[in-house]
């Protein structure tokens, strides 16, 4: 790994470009990063003594700049900078695949985001977190279980009132996860004093790095330098989070610089809809003479490919659309928004043995009955079935 203070100058420079618009580069070109590893707190006696927490407490001169993570005094260390130079390096050719397509998505969303931070006086670089947490997918999930664009687990995301049920996962709304994003990374950076302890603590849990500052450095205040005194304590990917997120701002906020095409702020664009009841994402696409692709890609947070029953909900259709779906939609019999059908149960079925009749597959249909017991269907229990509308008509069940 490269060791030295040359880098420092350059990703300074860099990063000032990157929120003025200009950055023209200047990385040196090293090795990727290792793969993350599981390594987790090392217990060794407490060290809070020899802590360098003084070392960096001087912020570079970044005048005009008003971004609170990019004036970090850490990007005076040169070993952090040598290893936002790997992860620059990283961006530019082992992601060099994919990462095109993180920067389409996040063209989708980047208002909304730039938006939502500024609202809650965030730093704006903070609108490339999500390109290193899913490459701005509402639909990426971890093998850890955390989902959408921020990368939400389950509690956390029911903490900021989010719903989560088999049809609806509002970790995938790029709007409602963003607005509790930016509420639980401002709650982080008031607890923690520091943006890098605040990033930590969001990639790995709050509790789990607070055991640590209560382990080795009970006494210290929160700065970022106390950060990178810690982080071999914290778990291997933490203790790339932070260089990793710096080096994606370097490449994704100027990627003309970096080998990538720039991409224009846009591509979903909407208007909403109330639906008054449950209703399946392919009848909304037939009342707005659009595609069930395009209203799934819209809607991400309906998983199920319908909206719940029993109550009003909002749906996005393709912008101008808005009037042709309510003339359309209300031409459409209550009975035919649903692409469902009942099924009674005879002696002997299963959720299994139903799902292969009609064709369809077995999580769809559990998740259309969340309230049957697969290992206790009654005799005559009526079974709701997500099949198309030709089903729904008399034709054979679809293969």
């Known amino acids: 790994m490269k060791r030295n203070g040359g880098f420092g100058i350059g990703l300074l420079a860099c990063l000032v470009g990157v929120i003025a618009g200009s950055c023209v580069g200047g ?8 793969a993350p590893d599981d390594v987790f707190i090392v217990v060794d006696a407490p060290v809070l003594r020899t802590l360098p927490v003084t070392d960096f407490l001087v912020p570079p001169d970044l005048t005009g700049l008003d971004d609170e993570i990019l004036s970090s005094p850490m990007l005076r260390n040169p070993e952090f900078c040598a290893e936002v130079d790997e992860w ?33 006086d965030l730093p704006p670089s903070l609108r490339y977190l999500p390109v290193i947490e899913s490459g701005y997918s509402p639909g990426a999930v971890s093998v850890a279980s955390a989902v959408g664009l921020w990368q939400f687990m389950a509690p956390t995301a029911r903490g900021f009132g989010m719903e989560i049920n088999p ?4 970790r995938r709304d790029p709007y409602k996860s963003t607005a509790a994003a930016v509420r ?3 709650t982080l950076r008031q607890d923690f004093g520091s943006w890098f302890l605040a990033l930590a603590a969001y990639n790995s849990g709050p509790a789990r790095v607070e055991r640590v500052l209560r382990r080795y450095a009970p ?13 071999r304590h914290l778990p291997k990917e933490t203790q790339d989070f932070v260089p990793k997120l710096l080096g994606a701002i ?22 909403q809809v109330m639906i008054p009841d449950a209703t399946t994402l392919d009848v909304v696409a037939r009342a707005a003479e659009s595609t069930e692709s395009e209203i799934a890609r819209l809607n991400p947070e309906y998983v199920r490919g319908m909206t719940p029953p029993g109550r009003r909900v909002l749906v996005r259709v393709p912008a101008g659309m808005g009037s042709t779906f309510q003339r359309n939609y209300a031409r459409i019999p209550r009975d035919e928004r649903v692409s469902f059908l009942e099924h009674q149960v005879s002696a002997g079925e299963t959720l299994g043995h139903i799902a292969r009749e009609y064709g ?9 009955n969340p309230l049957v017991r697969p290992r206790r269907l009654r005799i005559g229990a009526l079974i709701t079935v997500p099949v198309s509308p030709s089903v729904r008509r008399g034709s054979a069940p679809a293969s």
Do not use: C, K, N, Q
């Not at 049809?167 to 509002?170: F, M, S």
């Not at 006494?219 to 982080?231: F, H, I, N, Q, V």
């Open 27 to 34: 990385a040196s070109l090293v090795g990727p990063p290792s």
């Open 167 to 170: 049809l609806v996962d509002e």
């Open 360 to 368: 369809v597959p077995l999580a769809d249909l559990r998740a259309a």
């Open 219 to 231: 006494l210290a205040p929160g700065s970022d330098s106390l950060y990178w005194a810690l982080r």
């Open 88 to 120: 620059i390096e990283f961006w530019r050719t082992r992601s060099s695949r994919w990462f095109p397509s993180y920067l389409e998505r996040m063209a989708w969303f980047e208002e909304t985001v730039d938006s939502a931070l500024a609202a809650r």
């Open 184 to 186: 639980f990374l401002a």
């Open 250 to 271: 370097v490449v994704a906020g100027s990627p003309a610089s970096h080998g990538y095409t720039a991409v224009e702020s846009g591509g979903f664009e909407f208007e």
